[in-house]
């Protein structure tokens, strides 16, 4: 499966270029969408959860820094699977008639949705910057650090990509599945706020759900490369690692299992 | 020669939608109820043959025989349930001209992207890239995005990127007979100077003539198994036999069992019984021409007749009328018809062009009063050997002088 996508490398480039630049095709602004989006969503935020109403676990100003650290990398999550789901179903004919590696098809989306990522990401450094000049944030070593929560999203979203695409296949309420569950997920998960036992007060059993929840250690790694705190190292390392295996070993198995019966089906 | 590609025993099942319905929501596969549905169906049995270095397979076989399935398990797309399939070469499988094609971007980035899907590097792809918009003819389109090209266009890319990525064996589903004459011809000559140049071809498609012309062997399919494998004229004409039987039977089927009213009409003071076709001795509604044909009508009077006409046309399927004539038009002059008859009309020398004929009869007073009037009574197909279009073939030979020159175009093919 890995052979497979890395053999095809430049299929997969130039497929993920084509994604992207399709995209924006025809618009007057082009590739500016991918900076205007969370530019205004930042500014939005940053209205709402810094002056209309602060949380009171908000122990960084500004409030809506920390919430984007963790929502554009939630967003690169979320719709790189929902495309995933159905990147083979949707290029049937491509999948159907052509001696195509059909893993390219979910990691191509992975990739492209990467891409909007790495620009709204370069656009919270931008803000970040601003408001370390303003003084209201300090500037840490720790920021340039960002590439390893990148390379363990991208390594841990390119085989629940496949295995969704794959499932998604035979059975079509995987999609629906995979959208109600990231909802959930995203109120589960460290966005909003920080993986920290102290916010919980008496409710400890509501931390026991979230840092139950794999993703959580993910986004734990960027409020640590933004802010330096709200991270417990310990396990991280070893979550992290025990997750990635997991997910790539139920990956091979669909992938072993399915990739012949795909283009039969699909 | 030197073996290009070997299928060896290739078989294959499909296990059939209503299984998929069934485990298509996730309720059944839970409560375990797609195990019980395992319907299935071999399309394909254990097909076996070599295709050899610069040599060209056709297959033929009527819808639903397994030629897509075949060439999509040669080509690598779908993989066989049993036995194998082993090339010695680079094999491109053009299935769908303009597979995977993004309407949204230019026809140059379709290209690269088409090309890598081939497999194509880039560096490739950029040498290539003149040569294919050249061939394709979009010199003006190509920086379009091809949700503005038209159909031919489109086709005419595909076409390019698939023969200049390079094959060694290439394999093609009936994708040329789409196109215009010119740019199908245009194909035809490059697959052709394609096997002269030593690489190898398997195609599948239901224009014979194209099969005829481009084919060093023949595979006829029927239901999954190789009808017959060989010298495409021996194989063509067999499977035009067939084909024109199974329809001849079809249509006399219908056209005795259930006398369509509309086609059949008079006051029945004389009626025909039945009409038979024959040729040489026996009965047959697939006539190889040039042969000799008899049509012979029983026909019955119910009453004591003076005035009738016995009338005979032969139209084909496009309607046109290939000939008429009556027994008044030729100056029998009635005497009398009483009980039961027979007429027999023979045609000597039937020189038709291939394809599908109606015989209509008909028993009418001299002033065409009906008295059972029978359109597509009997309906037969010729095949002919000599190619020719339009409704009659002459004998005819041909000469040239001076400075023409003709290469005589039979790859031993006699």
Known sequence: ?266 | MKIALEVRKVSKEYFYSHARLKAGNLKNLLLGRYRDCNARKEVLKKISFDLEWGSSIGIIGNNGSGKSTLLKIVGGILSPTDGYVRSYGKVVTLVDLGTGFHPEVSGRENILIASAILGLKRREVENKMEDIVKFAELDDFIDLPVKYYSAGMYLRLGFAIAVFSSPDILLVDEVLAVGDEYFQQKCIEHLERFIYEGKSLLFVSHSLDLVERLADKVLWLDSGEIKMFGEPRKVIDSYRSSAHCRYAKVENRKATATPNEQLRWGNRKAEIVSIKLFSEGKESYTLLVPTDAKVVAKVRSNEKLVDFVFGIAIRNSKGIEVWGSNTHLLSFRPLKFTGEGEVEITLKDLRLVEGRYFVDFAIHSKNGVAYDYWKEAVTFGVVNKERAVGVYVPKNSWRFEGGIEFEVANKSRG
């Open chain 1, 1 to 266: 499966m890995l052979k497979e996508i890395w053999n095809s490398s430049y299929l997969l480039f130039i497929l993920t270029k084509r994604e992207v630049s399709a995209r924006y095709r025809g618009t007057i602004l082009g590739v500016i969408w991918s900076l205007l989006n969370p530019l205004l969503l930042f500014f939005t935020y940053y209205l709402v959860f810094d002056f209309i109403f602060s949380p009171k676990w908000a122990k960084v100003e500004p409030y809506a820094l920390f919430l984007v650290s963790g929502l554009f990398p939630w967003l690169w999550l979320s719709s790189s699977l929902v495309d995933a789901a159905e990147s083979l179903t949707r290029n049937a004919e491509l999948v159907k008639k052509s001696n195509f590696p059909i893993s390219v098809l979910p990691v191509m989306y992975v990739l492209s949705h990467m891409f909007h990522f790495l620009l709204a990401l370069s656009l919270t450094y931008a803000i970040f910057i601003v408001f370390s000049l303003l003084g209201y944030l300090r500037f840490s070593p720790s920021l340039f650090l960002i590439p390893i929560p990148i390379m363990v999203q991208l390594i841990i979203t390119v085989p629940l990509a496949i295995s969704v695409a794959l499932l998604q296949v035979f059975f079509k309420d995987v999609k629906d599945i995979l959208v109600n569950l990231l909802n959930v997920l995203f109120f589960l998960s460290p966005i909003l706020y920080p993986l920290d036992q102290s916010i919980f007060g008496s409710h400890k059993w509501v931390y026991v759900i979230i840092s139950s929840n794999p993703f959580s250690y993910l986004f734990s790694i960027y409020h640590f490369v933004f802010f330096e705190n709200f991270v417990n190292l310990k396990y991280i390392v070893l979550l992290v690692v025990t997750f990635v295996i997991l997910s790539y070993a139920v990956a091979f198995v669909l992938y072993s299992k399915l990739s012949k019966v795909v283009v039969e089906v699909v």
